[in-house]
């Protein structure tokens, strides 16, 4: 079991960019793969990213490949989401996740994580 708290949420101009930080409590945190996930307003929640236990394997969204990276850091408990180049259709909640899997073919699928962050709002303006 893990908690989880995302950060660096904000408002930018089209073009620019934020780094969002997802800090995970507990000893356990190399154990789970992490994913990236956003949702808008009336919009189904969508798959952004997601990164295995080690950080050796990640996967990208078509939508986000080219501008957005995640990584984690476990001695930092920590995962992240460089954004880039953002547009306004990047606009919504996002949330990070954990799974307890292994990092599947299966890594854009909410039911695949068992926990979730409360989410940091992402507004890109154009």
């Known amino acids: 079991q893990v908690q989880l708290v995302e950060s660096g949420g904000g408002l930018v101009q089209a073009g620019g960019s934020l780094r969002l930080s997802c800090a995970a409590s507990?000893?356990?945190?190399?154990?789970?793969?992490m994913g990236w996930f956003r949702q808008a307003p009336g919009k189904e929640r969508e798959s952004v990213a997601a990164?295995?236990?080690?950080?050796?394997?990640?996967y990208y969204a078509d939508s986000v490949k080219g501008r957005f990276t995640i990584s984690r850091d476990n001695a930092k408990n920590t995962v992240y989401l460089q954004m880039n180049s953002l547009k306004p259709e990047d606009t919504g909640v996002y949330y990070c996740?954990?799974?307890?899997?292994?990092?599947?073919?299966?890594?854009?699928?909410?039911?695949?994580?068992?926990?979730w962050g409360q989410g940091t709002q992402v507004t890109v303006s154009s």
């Open positions: 507990g000893r356990t945190f190399s154990s789970y793969a």
């Open positions: 996740a954990a799974n307890s899997r292994y990092l599947s073919s299966s890594w854009y699928k909410p039911y695949e994580y068992g926990y």
């Open positions: 990164i295995s236990r080690s950080g050796g394997t990640t």
